[in-house]
């Protein structure tokens, strides 16, 4: 018997274990916009979850509450085991937030931006630069470690924020719409990042409005609608059912050709 292959290399490799996101009945108003309604959900440790819902239907505010960047009007939200509403300190320890644009601090280096977030996770000054550098070998910009961050292109800076949400080890990541703007070469690697940190034993929760952007890289999606969850679906299982794909055309040879 040959012995499992190792995980891929991913910087999460070694979070301890954990639940990963549990919440339950979560509700947030602005004024008389009830941007999230009702909202249970489970993310699972070592599995990315899509969270797949249009315009509106309230991924980003669901996100912020899970990321405790915004309070629950009601509801309760467990981060790797800990308390999010009441020991929100606590919960970002343990969890990676990527928002859906990178707004750094644009003139500062991409070096800088990852090791003043090191510092500010309590790393000290040389464990900060080193983890920076570390963190920019892995996303492939260590030649714009010294250049500010305004020069990357839009791949470049989704990496970046990559980089800037893991920088603490994370074993939760929450991430909102990182696919959007990425060409197909750029997406196939975030694929395989998200899938290394699932491997690695990480959480991973990834909204967009289009489940097509996701389904190659999450092992079960979470649909929402009008601020509240409607369904939940496990790609897994659904692949075992295998899906029949008719391709048709006028040139069989051209066919055979795309689809070898
Ligand atoms: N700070 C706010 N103040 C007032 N209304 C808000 C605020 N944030 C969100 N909303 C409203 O809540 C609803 C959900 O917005 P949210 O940004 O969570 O949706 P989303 O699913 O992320 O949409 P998108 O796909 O466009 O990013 C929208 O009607 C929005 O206008
Ligand atoms: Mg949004």
């Not at 500010?120 to 996303?139: F, H, N, P, T």
């Not at 075992?240 to 055979?256: K, N």
């Amino acid at each position: 018997m040959t012995a499992p292959a190792p995980p891929p290399a991913s910087p999460v490799l070694g979070v301890a274990a954990h639940d990963g996101i549990v919440a339950h009945g979560l509700a947030r108003s602005f004024g008389a916009v009830h941007a999230v309604r009702d909202v249970s959900l489970t993310v699972p440790a070592g599995s990315v979850t899509a969270l797949v819902g249009p315009n509106g239907s309230g991924k980003t505010t669901l996100l912020l509450i899970l990321a405790t960047l915004l309070r629950p009007d009601a509801g309760a939200v467990s981060v790797a085991g800990v308390d999010a509403v009441r020991e929100p300190v606590e919960a970002r320890r343990r969890l990676g937030w990527m928002p859906d644009t990178l707004g750094v601090w644009e003139e500062l280096t991409c070096h800088d931006i990852l090791a003043s977030l090191g510092r500010l996770y309590g790393m000290g000054k040389a464990e900060a630069s080193a983890r920076a550098d570390e963190q920019l070998a892995w996303v492939e910009l260590t030649e714009f470690a010294h250049r500010p961050a305004r020069v990357l292109s839009r791949g470049q800076q989704q990496r970046l924020s990559l980089a800037r949400a893991t920088v603490h080890r994370p074993s939760v990541l929450l991430l909102d719409e990182p696919a959007n703007g990425l060409d197909p070469a750029a997406r196939i690697r975030l694929r395989d990042d998200l899938r290394a940190m699932a491997a690695a034993g990480t959480a991973v929760l990834v909204s967009s409005h289009v489940l097509a952007e996701l389904e190659e890289m999450s092992d079960r999606a979470v649909f929402l609608r009008e601020g509240a969850t409607v369904a939940t679906q496990e790609f897994r299982a659904a692949d075992d059912l295998a899906r029949p794909y008719r391709i048709a055309g006028p040139d069989p040879t051209a066919r055979d050709t795309l689809v070898r």
